[in-house]
């Protein structure tokens, strides 16, 4: 088996149900941030006995695939592994079939007459030939709201401890396309709709959500009220860029604004070019931390944002290895209930009247106790997407993935009423079973 890396930013998110009827139950996933990674991670059990598996939020992921190196230690007696030309290897869209060859014993990610796809870090932007196809139960959900398990649930196992470097357990899959990601195969339960939302919590002590079925989607300030009423919606669309890549969720967009006033951009690089195999265009990841923009982007929202700034505010250098290239002395910036007091940026959806507005919580991060930054990163885009949305800009709001009517929809800062992400109903978040 061989390992591949790619010098490409592998994208995330979300996902796509075959779901027969729309109910009034919800399922909802815990997310947690880890305060060392800053990775976004949700807790399913597997395995018969069911153990809890942490792992990755992996929105592009076309399976679920998790660590089997010490499967020996951990055994189950409902695992199973995918037979050659089986339904479970056309699910998986297999790439070939054949017998364990890298393990002196038969074991769970290594066995014969079996089948395999590509396993994938999103962090390490690396691929890996080597992972079996199988079956077993999954539990997922919390108690005592909506809890699901599938006895037989298939994902995917590798026994390459290099492949989990800088990760939890595994990767969550929640792509469009690939019959075997986690919402797909929740499709067998006419309990929920093809209507998702997710609301990534800005804390490393309080969680987020992810609710799985048809709105409203309920927190609280203290009163109950629907986040998922007056979001900005925009068309989402599905960019197939080849086999080893993930699959990622793109959206329209038209423009950016600063501080109300549209910034100069090369507008041709916000459509998805085929003719360069599906490069520029915008999309969301959760497996990086800050947006990314294409450089003659940044320079642009750079320029803007400094010159709408009070001419108090004074121009830093950034920190050593910071991954930011524009920062400022807090000293002069006053905080407000949606975080610093600086110009908004506006996603520009597909007329002036629709966009999505990133307030000072989600465009600046405080590095020192007096220098604060703009939380985005430059970069070369070339051959990827000009503009991927990362983990920091989308917590503390709520995005809803309408797959029936192809569009997502995307709240501003919950902070504007009060709430949060973490605001959840506590009775129904308490514990997760396993």
Not at 342 to 353: E, L
Request: net charge neutral; aromatic share 10%.
């Amino acid at each position: 088996m061989m390992t591949l890396k790619l010098s490409v930013s592998i994208l995330v998110i979300f996902f796509l149900l075959n779901i027969f009827q729309c109910s009034s139950e919800v399922l909802y996933i815990p997310v947690t941030k880890d305060a060392s990674t800053l990775q976004y991670i949700i807790e399913v059990g597997q395995k018969t006995p069911l153990i809890p598996t942490k792992l990755l939020l992996h929105l592009g992921g076309k399976s679920l695939w998790v660590d089997c190196t010490n499967s020996t230690t951990q055994t189950s007696s409902t695992y199973k592994s995918a037979v050659c030309n089986s339904t479970e290897c056309s699910m998986a869209k297999s790439y070939g079939c054949g017998d364990c060859k890298f393990r002196s014993e038969l074991q769970p990610g290594c066995n014969n007459n079996t089948c395999y796809i590509w396993g994938e870090n999103p962090i390490k932007k690396m691929y890996h030939d080597g992972s079996e196809v199988a079956e077993d139960v999954l539990t997922i959900g919390s108690s005592p709201g909506v809890l699901v398990t599938l006895p037989q649930f298939v994902f995917t196992c590798l026994i390459d401890p290099y492949m989990l470097e800088k990760l939890a357990d595994g990767v969550t899959g929640f792509g469009q396309t690939t019959p075997i990601t986690i919402p797909n195969q929740l499709g067998s339960d006419p309990r929920f709709s093809r209507k998702f939302g997710m609301c990534l919590s800005s804390s490393t002590t309080s969680r987020g959500i992810i609710f799985i079925g048809p709105s409203p989607y309920y927190v609280y300030n203290p009163k109950k009220i629907d986040i998922s009423n007056d979001l900005a919606y925009t068309k989402l669309l599905v960019n197939k860029r080849g086999f080893l890549l993930t699959d990622e969720y793109y959206f329209q967009m038209s423009s950016i604004r600063v501080a109300g006033q549209d910034v100069p951009l090369n507008k041709t690089l916000l459509i998805i070019n085929k003719k360069r195999h599906g490069t520029d265009g915008t999309s969301i990841s959760t497996a990086i931390p800050y947006t990314i923009l294409h450089t003659t982007f940044y320079d642009s929202v750079k320029t803007a944002f400094i010159n709408a700034l009070p001419k108090n505010v004074t121009i830093v250098e950034p920190p050593p290895m910071s991954p930011f290239a524009t920062c400022f002395s807090s000293e002069n910036i006053k905080s407000t209930n949606v975080g610093p007091e600086v110009p908004p940026i506006d996603i520009v959806f597909y007329k002036p009247s629709v966009f999505w507005r990133i307030y000072g919580a989600n465009s600046m991060i405080q590095v020192s106790k007096d220098v604060m930054c703009l939380a985005f990163v430059r970069q070369d885009q070339t051959w990827l997407p000009s503009i991927v949305i990362g983990g920091y800009q989308l917590e503390e709001n709520l995005l809803v993935f309408d797959l029936p009517g192809r569009k997502i929809g995307f709240s501003s800062s919950l902070n504007l009423k009060q709430t949060s992400c973490s605001e959840y109903d506590n009775t129904i978040m308490d514990k997760v079973p396993f």
